[in-house]
Structure formats: structure tokens, C-alpha cells
């Protein structure tokens, strides 16, 4: 039996014996995957709901596998918001087949049309998972998940529409903000190279060329001629700056840089990027806005 048909058994069994307590005052309790996910239900809920994510900052959700503290959490949850789009690799599978078994959970996914999607050429007729590079996509995902909390929680709707008017703001002085830090940058400079590919939103929005050394999915390891190939095209290109991310090891765009020197060249490291998570709760990288302004910033001073 593979580990996720077991933790499947395991949270379906659980799920059975729980005895469902109606409560009117006891608060809405909410799981989600990454950090991304936290801050924005958490922002969207305030102390209305009780919020607890699976995964911290530095964690690669590509890879992730439940604990036996994470099983307890999904059986003590009254809803369960994931990202889809097959990030959490080991998961989406268990949360699709709890979602046929009655257990509410929430794709945030799915809030976005497929037409506005990008394709994967790693896998067939899947999309890449990392929507929340693109600061359209996550209006669109904070919407859908106000509705979601009005559904599950409809005596605080009228708070979840204010916090989610208030975030919606936020969200846009981010983008206004962001956009001139942008249009500093040549567009002939604007070439972004990762560990992995998990910047094609980000791309496709301020008209950056993303190169990843591994695929969408760090569960797919870069080879030599990977490192051989990405080295070349960073010589032709003039690249200036490669970047390191928090949730893949340093070690392969390490590699990459030895490889250009190897070739005669230097190329900076120009610093970390977080992709897969956000920082340290209580610093500002912690949160979805601080994480992407510390990114933009980082990217630009590097390439400059």
C-alpha cells in the first residue's frame, strides 16, 4: 500500500469516528498547505477563524509528506484549502479522493480559468502549479476564497467582504508599486534564471525571459547537460545574475555557476529568491506582499 492510499485510510477512518459538535460560536478551523495560502486566509479571516498551515517557510511543497501532527489537523479541520494543480505532489491526490468522501476541502486553483493557465511541457495536460506569481491570478484566488469562507461561515460574511475589500487594496498599491520598480529594468535585461521553474507568471506579467534549471516540479533533478545547456545560454545572453531559491538546495545553481566559469565567465549569484514559501513568520518576507516586493527588489538590483 503507498504511503498516501495508507494517510487516505488513515484521515477517512479518523473522519468517520469524529463526533461533529454543533457550535454556533465556535470558530470556523482551517487548514492549508503552503505559506502563501496561510497569509492569504489569514488576512481574509482575521480572529474570526482559527488557521493552521501545514508547511513553514524554506519548505518545498513539491516534495512534502505528512506527519502524524499533520493528520491530526486534517481530521480536526472543518476545511481544508490547498493550492491544486498538483504543487503539493504527495497530497493532492489524498484531498481530491477526502473531497469525494464528503470532507470539504478547497482548491484555490480552481478559481482561476484553464485559458489564463500555463501549459506544462513536463507533464502532459497539467499546469503550472505557481499562480501566486502573478499578483492578477491572487485577486482572483482572494476572491474566490472570500466566497468560499461566506459558504462555510455565513454569520461573518460581512467581515470576510470587508477584510477582503482591505487585502484587494493592498494588493493593488502592490502592483502599482512593483510595476515602477519594473520598468527600471531594460526589457533586453529582463532574463530571470532559478533554480526552478517557478517564475513563468511572474514572466508572462513584467515580460521577463525564465529560465529554471530543474522543471515546475524540484522532484525532477537537473543533469549535466541541464547545467551544460542553461550555462550557455547565460554566456550568449550576457547574463549578469542567477538566483538562488529558499526551498531548493544552493547546490545546483552552484553548479551553474561553475559550469559559465568554466567557460571563461563569471555570473553573480544575486541573491535568494523565495518561491515555494515565504520567509520567517514576524519578518515582513513572511507575509505574500513583503515576499513579493523583497523579490522584485532583489531581482532588479542584481540584474541592473
Known amino acids: 500500500m ?18 461533529e459538535k454543533k457550535d454556533s ?62 504543487l503539493e505532489g504527495k497530497l493532492v491526490e489524498v484531498f481530491e479522493k477526502m473531497g469525494h468522501q464528503n470532507i470539504k476541502t478547497v482548491a484555490i486553483g480552481e478559481a482561476l480559468n484553464k485559458d489564463i493557465l500555463i501549459g506544462s511541457d513536463y507533464f502532459a495536460s497539467n499546469y503550472d502549479p505557481h499562480i ?19 459558504e462555510l461561515d455565513p454569520k461573518n460574511a460581512a467581515s470576510f467582504d470587508v477584510n477582503g475589500k482591505a487585502f484587494l487594496g493592498k494588493l493593488a498599491l ?14 533586453e535585461k529582463r532574463i530571470l534564471v532559478t533554480a526552478h521553474d517557478a517564475f513563468s507568471y511572474f514572466g508572462k506579467e513584467y515580460d521577463f525571459n525564465v529560465v529554471g534549471l530543474q522543471g515546475l516540479s ?9 547545467v551544460q ?11 549578469k545574475a542567477i538566483f538562488v531559491e529558499t526551498s531548493v538546495p544552493k547546490r545546483t545553481i552552484e553548479a551553474l555557476q561553475a559550469a559559465v566559469r568554466s567557460r571563461g565567465k563569471e555570473v553573480n549569484i544575486g541573491g535568494t529568491l523565495y518561491s515555494d514559501a515565504l520567509g520567517n513568520p514576524g519578518t515582513v518576507e513572511g507575509t505574500y506582499i513583503g515576499m513579493f516586493e523583497y523579490n522584485v527588489n532583489t531581482i532588479i538590483n542584481a540584474l541592473k
Open 2 to 19: 503507498s504511503k498516501k492510499i495508507a494517510i487516505l485510510s488513515i484521515l477517512i477512518t479518523l473522519f468517520a469516528c469524529k463526533q
Open 132 to 150: 501566486w506569481f502573478s499578483i492578477s491570478n491572487w485577486k482572483e484566488v482572494t476572491k474566490y476564497t472570500i466566497e468560499k469562507l461566506k
Open 229 to 239: 545547456k542553461l550555462a550557455k545560454f547565460i554566456l550568449e545572453k550576457d547574463v
Open 25 to 86: 460560536n465556535k470558530k470556523l478551523q482551517v487548514v492549508t498547505t503552503t505559506t502563501m495560502i496561510t497569509d492569504l486566509v489569514k488576512n481574509l479571516g482575521g480572529d474570526l477563524i482559527e488557521v493552521e498551515g501545514l508547511m513553514g517557510s524554506g519548505v518545498d511543497p513539491h516534495l512534502y509528506k505528512a506527519s502524524a501532527g499533520d493528520v491530526t489537523k486534517l481530521v480536526n479541520a472543518d476545511v481544508i484549502f490547498y493550492n491544486g494543480l498538483h
Open 174 to 187: 502592490l502592483e502599482t508599486k512593483l510595476l515602477g520598480v519594473i520598468n527600471t529594468l531594460p526589457e
Open 218 to 226: 524540484t522532484a525532477t533533478e537537473a543533469g549535466v547537460q541541464d
